[in-house]
């Protein structure tokens, strides 16, 4: 599993360099994001922007990653290809996860938050 | 189920006009079977979305028989049977492994967006999925064998697919 990570002010930038979180690949991604999340800043980004398809193992191991942070840290997502979105959509994880367009705007205070 | 294809992946045409595709039920079985269908689906002439909406359906379907028909662990085949009767397409996909719990589907469950994300659950997602991608859903049990059946339709107008901003 490829992933690279980043840090930048108040933001841990993980991407997950693969066309797929999948079952294949979930149990890989979740341990292997274990050790990348530890004791890291406030925020962390997940850019999705290589990631073809994700399936439910691939979320469920999303969900995982959100209680190994636990509830004073924050997982947000960046960079959906249409067919993730979907996914989200479809199981209304949409509804409970903060996704920005692109990682410019998960970096970027909002335009209007001011 | 029939013995003759014991490769990956290989189709095999039966004379109702059914595509066979045969695979071991693995990971990587559920790989080359959806992108194997997928393939043959865009010759039938689906859209993107028609191909998002079957590729997802199917992966979770088919995880579901690696993960819990085969308990992730017992060795087995699997077999996606797909018939073209446009505009909807009959998928069929059978195994040998244990039968689903009570002899039904499972409901599945979507995102509680009353909970925080942390609190939600990790798992519950592909039946949720399959049931709002799939029409006709249908489990049986016949003999030693699982069959479950559903349809897609081509060209269907998908409200999630709509315009919602994320």
């Known amino acids: 599993m490829n992933l690279m990570s980043d840090t930048q002010g108040d933001c841990l930038i993980i991407k997950v360099a693969e066309p797929r979180i999948d079952a294949a690949a979930a149990v890989e991604f979740k341990d292997s994001m274990r050790g990348m999340v530890e004791d890291g800043p406030g925020r962390v980004v997940l850019d999705l922007g290589d990631v073809d398809s994700i399936d439910s193992s691939g979320l469920g191991a999303i969900v995982a990653i959100m209680k190994m942070i636990g509830p004073d840290r924050k997982l947000e997502l960046c960079a959906l290809s249409n067919k993730v979105k979907t996914v989200f959509r479809l199981t209304r994880m949409d509804a409970v996860v903060t996704i920005h367009n692109a990682l410019e705007d998960a970096l970027s205070p909002l335009p209007h938050a001011s | ?166």
Do not use: C
């Not at chain 2, 071991?24 to 194997?36: D, I």
């Not at chain 2, 492994?97 to 002899?103: L, Q, S, V, W």
């Not at chain 2, 990790?122 to 003999?143: D, F, N, T, V």
């Open chain 2, 1 to 166: 189920m029939a013995s003759e294809a014991r490769v990956p992946g290989i189709v095999a045409r039966v004379p109702e006009g059914e595509v066979v595709f045969q695979l071991p039920a693995t990971n990587e079985g559920v790989r080359t079977g959806v992108m194997n269908v997928s393939r043959l689906i865009r010759d039938f002439g689906a859209s993107e979305d028609d191909l998002t909406a079957i590729e997802l359906a199917l992966a979770e379907v088919l995880n579901n028989v690696v993960e819990h028909a085969y308990d992730g662990t017992v060795e087995g085949d699997m077999e996606i049977r797909v018939d073209n009767q446009a505009p909807d397409i009959h998928f069929r996909i059978l195994d040998s492994g244990r039968p689903m719990p009570n002899g039904r589907l499972p409901r599945g469950s979507a995102a509680d967006a009353e909970l925080e994300d942390f609190e939600q659950d990790e798992g519950g997602y592909g039946l949720y999925m399959i049931r709002q991608l799939a029409r006709k859903l249908r489990y049986s049990r016949e003999g030693h064998h699982n069959q479950l059946s559903f349809r897609i339709r081509l060209g269907s107008e998908r409200h999630w697919e709509s315009d919602v901003a994320l």
